[in-house]
């Protein structure tokens, strides 16, 4: 089922869109709070990286 | 005698575009040297802006065949139509990108999705104004201040609108600095826009090596209508944070994005020829893209200011206003209006943490848009 073509529908739409987008730009911020942890599997440094480990 | 040689001249002038030439070519011919005027004398994006007026110029002069098929501006708009130049441009911007500032804080991501309101306002004010509501979702995209993505939502939903949209798009970002700052300090009081932030973390080079692969597995999963640009930017980027393929990652940021940027560029200028964009609706559409912007940075400000009801360590409102996208000329603006008040108040690099989350936010809505019309 698609939005239908009326102001409606264009008011379903923009209320749907803009929730949603928060909600997974607010899930997609809460999985790179979890980055920092990624450091406990340990430290890639920039030199090490660049001469092949 | 004299009557054969007037009337090969007459024959001559006829081939020539000056018996075609009309009011409308001239008007878009003087918005073209405009756009020039602003790139050089007032340094507004000439990377966008010289191209555009460069090649709006030339598509209204009659008798040019540079945009007809066979003529090369014909084939550079065709990149854009088949939707090739979108996600090659996204390829670019994810390989000059530094998205540390967005991983160091991803709180203020939130504001990336508040600072485009104005979408949602453009969507139902097209819609009002008679266009389809296709049509509506494809102009409403402008206000997500990203040209690649408003190209590609329009090649989607409204292909015949690409023209004014693209040119409405990417005309409002160069135009930033003029259109953001005013609505900035209407929403904002002095000492709101003299908040000084403090020091973000540093963010590791294995988060920065891993946070492409992530993205790029979410919005495939969740988002597939956007996916093919958000996972050309993560592949542009994961290049650069590798740090392994230095030549291809400083290829793609600079000599594919240059040839990429004079395709789009040459590409939109060409489509503003005056019978196609002289329109009523043209001017609805410019109308609408600008009270998209104007809401967008509104509701980015407003959204960074409830934010700091909650929060300890206050935030400038300020920053709200970058999460509009259009990286990082909004990141700039609101670096520039923090400095008016304050010159020792770099917000740069705060700024530039919604800044990107701005175009996660524009891809997003882009995508369930897509999603709730149907569209694939």
């Known amino acids: 089922m698609t939005v239908p073509d009326t102001l409606e529908g264009a008011v379903i739409l923009s209320v749907v869109d803009f929730f949603l987008s928060i909600v997974i730009i607010y899930g997609i911020s809460l999985v790179l709070h979890l980055f920092p942890y990624l450091n406990r599997l340990g430290n890639l440094t920039d030199e090490k990286l660049k001469s092949g480990h | ?83 090739i130049i979108p996600p090659l441009i996204f390829l670019g911007v994810g390989a000059m990108t530094d998205f540390g500032p967005m991983l160091a804080r991803p709180g203020l991501m939130i504001l990336g999705a508040a600072a485009h309101a104005g979408i949602f306002i453009a969507i139902i004010l097209a819609k009002l104004a008679g266009f389809s509501i296709s049509e509506a979702g494809a102009i409403g995209i402008i206000g997500g201040a990203d040209g690649p993505m408003a190209i590609f939502v329009a090649m989607k939903l409204a292909p015949h609108l690409l023209p004014q949209i693209a040119v409405a798009a990417y005309s409002y970002m160069a135009l930033m600095p003029m259109i953001q700052p005013p609505v900035m300090k ?74 990429i940027t004079i395709i789009l560029t040459v590409a939109i200028g060409s489509t503003m020829a005056a019978d196609r964009f002289l329109t009523y609706t043209t001017l ?42 259009s990286v990082p000329i909004a990141a700039r603006v609101t670096h520039v209006v923090a400095l008016k008040e304050n010159p020792y108040n770099f917000l740069i690099m705060h700024a530039m943490g919604p800044n990107l989350a701005g175009v996660f936010g524009t891809a997003i809505s882009g995508g369930i848009m897509l999603a709730l019309l149907g569209v694939k």
């Open chain 2, 1 to 83: 005698m004299i009557e054969q040689f007037f009337g090969l001249l007459l024959a001559l002038f006829e081939q020539t575009g000056l018996a075609a030439i009309s009011a409308g070519n001239i008007i878009m011919m003087i918005v073209g040297g405009v756009l020039v005027y602003l790139a050089i004398a007032k340094r507004y994006e000439p990377f966008l802006l010289l191209g555009i007026g460069f090649s709006c110029i030339v598509a209204n002069v009659p008798g040019s065949d540079l945009t007809a098929p066979g003529g090369l501006f014909y084939y550079a708009f065709r990149g854009v139509e088949l939707v």
């Open chain 2, 186 to 259: 209407l929403f904002t009081s002095k000492a709101e826009r003299s908040i000084v932030m403090t020091q973000t973390r540093k963010v590791s080079r294995l988060e920065k090596i891993v946070f492409p692969f992530v993205i790029a597995i979410i919005v495939n999963l969740l988002l597939p209508p956007v996916a093919p640009l958000v996972t050309m930017l993560m592949l542009g980027n994961m290049l650069r944070e590798v740090l392994l393929v230095d030549r291809l990652a400083n290829t793609v940021a600079n000599d594919l994005m240059n040839v």
């Open chain 2, 284 to 325: 609805l559409i410019v109308g609408l893209g600008l009270i998209a912007f104007l809401g967008g940075t509104a509701s980015g400000v407003i959204a960074a200011k409830f934010l700091n009801l909650f929060i300890k360590d206050k935030i400038n409102p300020l920053i709200g206003s970058a999460g509009i996208a």
